[in-house]
């Protein structure tokens, strides 16, 4: 089921009602314009074709433990290893807490990183510096890695370039995070918001575009040409200049069915959707995965829109500053080891994995030693990340913690480190990123390759 | 053909025609029927909306309270009448995630965690009777209770708090005074449950390393025995309304399943079996049964099912 500006339409099977469309002042204004497209360069002129066809980056907001997921310290002092026992991985010597054990049962399929550093403790700025490589100040803030692939590769059809999967623009309780978007490209790279419910409904906000037009009266041309001239002044209202691709965006989606249908798990068995989980996380893993299968270069998979682990009106994410080895246990650990394994087999059987790019990752760690609360707080210090298909070599390990957890011991990778690789992967060469002008002095981890 | 004089060996020409078979498949149906409506009996479904559940508790003997993700950003306390099958949110009007529902032996009192603000959480004693609510506050900054229940006179409510890295069991009265700290212990200890009789306490506690059950003297936390030996995880155990056993969640199966033992630890039974998570064990009242959260095809329900 889809959902058009405020009312819902099904596009397979049931009974359908009728969709009606309305302007959004939040409109992401993504692609749609062969000027700009034309600014990017396809895969296949930047040399050989990219290993990664498409890149999805599993958003972990609100930054996991790493001691009690993917890097345990069972020999560390009662103060710092939590209450977690370790079980084997199907990678030799490597163990994980047992809150995982359906992700240990394919960790032969991804390498694991675990000598991530950052510079920013706070969400928004780690935030900002995990998915652009800079910081936010001084500005400008630089493009999300998404929209420098979207950018790169240019637009194929009527799907968007840069997708963000999960409930809107992701944000802490004080500010959205400034990396989530365009950056110097401008609005128009913003990634394209896609709202899933637990029941694998899905908001498509950017098509709240032209109030009162449904998909038959677009051929209506008087009728169009009227809402748009009051769309337009919307957008000038909102200080959106750039109609002409917001409108070239909604129209193409709204005209061409098969593109919608990309969005509509309804179309999915209904095992399919039970094995993802009727979750949020769960469902929106379904629709990233058909994203992935229609071929949009990036998608970006949000664990939540908010990071807050529990507090009033935001929607569970990692951060966990109280109730962590709780949180974890009853709640994110088990939706996690249900939902990454699944999205990583059905990529697998579907044949996308050997194109696709996955990357697991938040924008730090927490602390190793237990806080007074009997949580973890914050820990840009050290942290994981998960990367698996596009021929990265998997089954091992990159990097190692030290006996605590605090700090690398060897391999240091930054956020910079990551953008560089991931673009690289996905088909860009130090040529484009220096035609684009991102990423300056970004060095890839080269065991990816 | 006549087979009526042993021995014969039957052929489908002359099974069909005879007599007694007819009466023999009725037999078995109606055995397979009564196996199949006894299966049934021993683990049913209570709910199907699938929503992500926790923590159920029997208010009374026909009236379930549990805790329901009713939007992405709350979780929300939910009363079910088991004949009816009619449910309603407990507070209908509140918008903050409730969680962790305890209700006191005589039905009286209602407590359970509420959300109040950034990853700060109190606690809310709610008298049913009276219609009105004592609770104990966050701290400043980040904080949190954790885990309440009730002391078996109904008169104390447990609780867990943390503090210096510790988490400890504490206790207070129904009206959020007279806090006093009942169990302190190295690592972190959770899931307090009195015995009815309130002489015994159960709890889950890391001070050997990962999560394992012990029993005290409920009065003041000493004479304490370790009931479970397992790396895995046990934790959530529950006294039995007659206070003979134990329910409890392991993964020493590979995932949580729901088990059962004596209150000596002896004669460990697992009680759920399948593929998917089963957590949040709470007995009826008539201590036959229990409700638990089943996570079936991707979504959550309740569960009852008798107990052996």
Request: a neutral charge.
């Amino acid at each position: 089921m889809i959902n058009v500006g405020q009312f819902r339409s099904r596009t397979c099977g049931g009974p359908s009602r009728r969709a009606f469309l309305k302007l959004g002042a939040s409109l992401p204004l993504v692609l749609g314009r062969p000027d700009l497209l034309s600014a990017g360069l396809s895969a296949g002129e930047s040399g050989s074709g990219p290993r990664a066809k498409s890149v999805l980056v599993v958003w972990l907001w609100g930054a996991p433990s790493h001691l009690d997921t993917f890097d345990p310290k069972p020999d560390a002092p009662s103060e710092y290893r939590g209450p977690f026992s370790t079980i084997a991985t199907r990678t030799p010597g490597v163990r994980f807490t047992d809150l995982l054990p359906r992700i240990a049962s394919i960790s032969d399929r991804f390498a694991l990183v675990r000598s991530h550093v950052s510079t920013q403790p706070g969400h928004p700025d780690g935030g900002t510096v995990a998915l652009t490589g800079f910081h936010e100040k001084p500005g400008p803030v630089q493009p999300n890695f998404g929209a420098i692939v979207a950018r790169h590769r240019g637009r194929d059809g009527d799907l968007p370039g840069f997708l963000s999967v999960g409930r809107g623009i992701i944000q802490d309780s004080a500010r959205i995070v400034e990396g989530y978007g365009g950056g110097t490209f401008g609005k128009a790279w913003d990634p394209f918001q896609v709202v899933v419910k637990n029941d694998g409904s899905v908001d498509l906000p950017a098509l709240d575009l032209l109030e009162g037009i449904t998909p038959g009266r677009i051929s209506d041309r008087r009728s169009l040409l009227s809402q748009i001239d009051v769309g337009r002044r919307r957008l000038a209202a909102a200080g959106i200049d750039d109609w002409e691709r917001a409108y070239q965006m909604a129209y193409g989606l709204l005209a061409n069915p098969s593109a919608r249908e990309a969005f509509d798990v309804t179309r999915e068995s209904e095992s399919t959707r039970q094995r993802y989980g009727y979750t949020h996380f769960g469902q929106s893993a379904l629709v990233a995965r058909r994203m992935i299968e229609a071929r949009v270069p990036y998608v970006q998979l949000n664990w939540s829109q908010t990071v807050e682990a529990i507090t009033p009106n935001f929607d569970f994410g990692w951060d966990t500053h109280i109730y962590n080895f709780e949180m974890l246990m009853d709640r994110h650990c088990p939706l996690l080891d249900r939902v990454l394994p699944e999205l990583m087999n059905d990529l697998q059987e579907r044949g996308l994995l050997e194109e696709t790019l996955v990357v697991v990752m938040s924008e730090f760690g927490r602390t190793p030693k237990i806080n007074p609360r009997a949580a973890r707080d914050h820990w840009p210090q050290c942290y994981f990340s998960l990367w698996s298909g596009a021929g990265v070599p998997t089954g091992g390990t990159i990097g190692e913690s030290d006996r605590l957890g605090e700090h690398p011991l060897t391999n240091p990778i930054s956020p910079l480190m990551v953008g560089t690789t991931i673009s690289e992967l996905a088909g860009m060469t130090t040529k484009d990123r220096a035609e684009l002008n991102v990423l300056p002095g970004g060095t890839l981890i080269d065991e990816l390759f | 053909m006549n087979c009526s004089n042993a021995p014969c060996t039957p052929c489908p020409q002359v099974l069909p025609a005879s007599r007694p078979m007819p009466l023999v498949l009725a037999v078995l149906v109606v055995l397979v029927v009564l196996a199949a409506t006894t299966l049934e009996a021993a683990d049913r479904q209570l709910t199907d909306d699938h929503r992500y559940k926790r923590d159920p508790v029997f208010l009374d003997a026909n009236t379930l309270i549990y805790v329901v993700q009713a939007r992405p950003e709350q979780l929300q306390l939910v009363q079910r009448d088991l004949k009816s099958g009619k449910q309603r949110p407990v507070h209908k009007d509140e918008t903050r995630s409730e969680l962790e529902p305890a209700v006191s032996p005589d039905g009286r009192f209602l407590a359970f965690l509420q959300s109040r603000s950034a990853a700060s959480v109190g606690m809310v004693i709610e008298d049913l009777r009276q219609k009105k609510t004592a609770e104990i506050p966050p701290a400043s900054g980040f904080s949190g209770m954790r885990s309440p229940a009730f002391s078996h006179d109904g008169k104390r409510v447990l609780y867990v708090f943390a503090e210096g890295g510790r988490q400890k069991i504490f206790s207070c009265t129904t009206s959020a005074g007279d806090r006093k700290v009942l169990v302190d212990a190295s690592g972190i200890c959770n899931w307090p449950s009195v015995s009815r009789d309130g002489r015994m306490l159960l709890y889950g506690s890391t001070r050997d390393g990962n999560y394992e059950i012990y029993r005290a003297r409920a009065s003041d936390g000493s004479g304490l025995r370790r009931l479970t030996r397992h790396k895995a995880q046990d934790v959530r155990p529950r006294f039995s309304p007659d206070g003979r056993r134990v329910v409890f969640v392991s993964n020493r199966d590979g995932n949580r399943e729901i088990y059962v033992m004596g209150v000596d630890g002896s004669g460990v039974t697992r009680l759920t079996e399948h593929p998917e998570r089963d957590d949040y064990p709470t007995w009826h009242p008539d201590g036959k049964r229990i409700v638990y959260v089943a996570e079936r095809k991707g979504g959550f329900d309740l569960r009852i099912r008798d107990v052996p």
